[in-house]
């Protein structure tokens, strides 16, 4: 069955730097894009980041030259690699990919916590 387990989230100061990774399996994780979601208390789940199979990349106006997603087929693991963080960064990150017939079913991991104080 499709799993996705993120690590990499904590608590970091203003201005600090993370590293989100996402393992994943029971797919065939090189044909399959992958996206990096957050939610914030309170707020709709927002889509942060995605990584096409050949490397087509988009990401959210307000994390641009911020962060920055890869994807590492031999180890079937996506990356977020997040800099200058800022406190409205603050949110649960989800991994996420599609599935089905008509790529319309949603997998979720289990979230990881990003938590940007001083």
């Known amino acids: 069955q499709v799993q996705l387990v993120e690590s990499g989230g904590g608590l970091v100061q203003p201005g600090g730097s993370l590293r989100l990774s996402c393992a994943a399996s029971?797919?065939?994780?090189?044909?399959?894009?992958m996206n990096w979601y957050r939610q914030a208390p309170g707020k709709e789940r927002e889509l942060v980041a995605t990584?096409?199979?050949?490397?087509?990349?988009s990401y959210v106006d307000s994390v641009k030259g911020r962060f920055t997603i890869s994807r590492d087929n031999s180890k079937n693991t996506v990356l977020l690699q997040m800099n200058s963080l800022k406190p409205e960064d603050t949110a649960v990150y989800y991994c996420?990919?599609?599935?089905?017939?008509?790529?319309?079913?949603?997998?979720w991991g289990q979230g990881t916590q990003v938590t940007v104080s001083s």
């Open positions: 996420n990919t599609r599935a089905g017939p008509y790529q319309t079913r949603d997998y």
């Open positions: 029971g797919f065939i994780f090189s044909i399959k894009t």
């Open positions: 990584i096409t199979p050949d490397g087509r990349i």
